[in-house]
């Protein structure tokens, strides 16, 4: 997932000042869904003395942000940079996330191509002097592991709920997109897939707590396939699980509709990225522990669109018969007898 926040007028018009080379570090931090300046030190000393006595202090055990620092060496376009991505091991889930997700947009609007190495740490001896040192000598290594591949092995290690990160690399940026976090059920919502799952209920509605970082039940009301399009809130994202019955074909069924809600842009980016890397994982684990076969999985912004027609074209889709070309009769078997041929107007027909 590729997130471009807001950039503040403030960080935009300071990094282009900051690329002349008379800041020698600048923080940069996400506030109120929007890119700000953290903080910045000029240069006193060369970049390698520097840099501990500069960087280190600004780190923060609980938050991640990102660090541009400034080398004395130059290429075309100017002073080269480093670009850091921190990310400690004991900041919350979604702010990894968030961060994992943004950082293309810092890149863009800084320049790629001041940027001559890139890093990701959790931990402050992943990023210090040492540890930059040792980065550089491992990239010139047979087979290094690309700023993407080193971001995926770091988190999977720190942080067992994200599951799988997909780079997508462009010689100008590096997005990524991280799926599969895995928030845990509340009791109460674990029995509800249990009733469900015994067809006790035929409805539930789950939210995320995202600062307990749970699933949590928030109701599971008997509800008519009339009743969906009230139950899906209009200012904030929910998953609901109902149990569609209907006939078709002749026969009654029972099937299982998950319906993930998510009205545009009236949410927030943390909740909307939140709410779509949960997905695959709660589904995947109410199918495996309360053997729930899902017939559907649908996707909606609006409660409008949840009739029953739409339901059952869903659950049902139409087959379309291809439709063959016109093959011309094959004639009698055997021999076919004398032609004949047809003269134009006024002339005779001749027999062969």
Same mark, same amino acid.
Request: charged residues 30%; glycine residues 6%; aromatic residues 8%.
């Given at each position: ?8 007028? @403030? ?9 002349? $080379?008379? %800041?020698?570090?600048? *923080?940069?931090? &996400?506030?109120? /869904? ?110 290094p592991l690309t700023?993407? @591949? ?9 942080? $067992?709920? %994200?599951?799988?990160? *997909?780079?997508? &690399?462009?010689? /100008? ?174 002339e005779a027909v001749?027999?062969?």
């Amino acid at each position: 997932m590729f997130l471009s926040l807001v950039v503040t007028l @403030e960080l935009r018009d300071f990094l282009a000042q900051a690329r002349g $080379g008379a %800041v020698r570090l600048i *923080k940069v931090r &996400i506030q109120d /869904e929007q890119l700000v300046l953290g903080a910045h030190r000029e240069p006193e000393k060369s970049w390698e003395q520097d840099y501990d006595h500069f960087l280190l202090p600004l780190l923060d055990e609980q938050e991640p942000c990102y660090v541009l620092y400034r080398l004395d060496s130059q290429n075309a376009q100017g002073y080269e940079w480093i670009f850091i991505s921190w990310s400690p091991d004991q900041s919350p889930v979604k702010q990894k996330m968030l961060y994992a997700a943004t950082r293309a947009t810092v890149k863009k609007e800084f320049g790629g191509g001041h940027l001559k190495y890139e890093m990701f740490g959790t931990a402050e001896e992943e990023i210090c002097l040492l540890g930059f040192q040792h980065h550089v000598s491992s990239c010139s290594g047979p087979a290094p592991l690309t700023l993407a @591949e080193q971001e995926l092995q770091k988190i999977k290690m720190s942080e $067992g709920r %994200v599951k799988q990160v *997909k780079a997508d &690399i462009s010689v /100008e940026s590096k997005h990524q997109t991280l799926q599969g976090v895995a928030f845990p059920l509340q009791e109460t919502a674990k029995r509800a897939m249990q009733q469900l799952a015994q067809k006790r209920i035929n409805y539930i509605q789950l939210r995320l707590d995202v600062d307990k970082e749970t699933i949590e039940l928030v109701h599971s009301h008997p509800t008519e396939t009339g009743d969906l399009p009230a139950r899906v809130p209009k200012d904030t994202a929910r998953y609901h699980f109902f149990l569609y019955k209907h006939s078709h074909e002749g026969d009654y069924l029972e099937s299982v509709v998950f319906i993930y809600s998510m009205p545009g842009y009236s949410c927030s980016i943390k909740e909307r990225m939140l709410y779509s890397s949960c997905k695959s994982r709660l589904l995947e684990e109410v199918e495996k522990d309360y053997h729930l076969e899902v017939a559907k999985k649908l996707e909606v912004d609006s409660g409008d669109e949840l009739t029953d027609e739409f339901l059952y074209d869903e659950v049902h889709p139409k087959q379309h018969a291809h439709k063959q070309a016109f093959a011309k009769p094959r004639g009698p078997a055997g021999k076919r007898g004398h032609k004949r041929l047809i003269k134009g107007t006024g002339e005779a027909v001749v027999h062969s």
